[in-house]
């Protein structure tokens, strides 16, 4: 069941193929390797003229696993090549794609996967004064929602479960229709962990009778 919902979701993790303005955050700078800086500026101009990127997406999606930015809040990360389309190197830039915008919001240079784990992205977000813009806010007191340490919200996010974040003055959640999926796929695995327990005390059952 799980599987089922990844493939679906695969399908509307591409990029479509369409222009789109561009917008830079205040925290993103050009990488100091010449290679890189220039490959990333071609990226930047196939993103404005609507050309196919999606070879740059993460690969975490092909072996059933989530990109966990993504589908929390719909942020991709491109991996900007090396020396050609075929050879990804360590830099990563994270980018929104919205309709006909897209916000380049970060280039990681050290392949850092605290990134995942902390909050970092949504602070760029929040300090550019677009989190009405990109992201779902929600209207509960800040009391309502508990601190999760940041080494704790990889491991709870990796188990599916969607978790509200603080940001600034802002109470973040994951995406409405995450939320919601999250939560069938959540409860058809417990019903069938459950289908598949009852059966094996019935095989027990009925050998225990024969024997």
Partial sequence: MKSKYLKQENQLYQISCKPRKIHCAKEFKYPSNKTIRDNLKKIMQDIKSGANINDLLSRQ??????????????????????????????????????????????????????????????????????????????????????NIPENMQDKIRKEGICIFQKIGHNIIMPMPSVYVNNELVSV????????????????????????
């Fill in 61 to 146: 999606y092909e072996k059933d696993k989530y990109d966990l930015y993504w589908r929390n809040y719909k942020i991709h990360h491109l991996h900007i090549p090396e020396n050609s389309i075929s050879t990804r190197s360590k830099y990563r830039l994270f980018v929104y794609f919205a309709l006909s915008e897209a916000y380049l919001l970060y280039v990681d240079e050290s392949h850092d996967d605290e990134l995942f784990k902390r909050n970092k992205i949504l602070e760029i977000i929040e300090s550019n004064g677009w989190t009405d813009r990109l992201l779902t806010t929600i209207n509960i007191s800040n009391d309502s929602v508990p």
């Fill in 188 to 211: 058809e695995c417990f019903l069938q962990d459950l289908r598949e327990q009852n059966a094996k005390a019935k095989c027990i059952e009925n050998e225990t009778y024969h024997s």
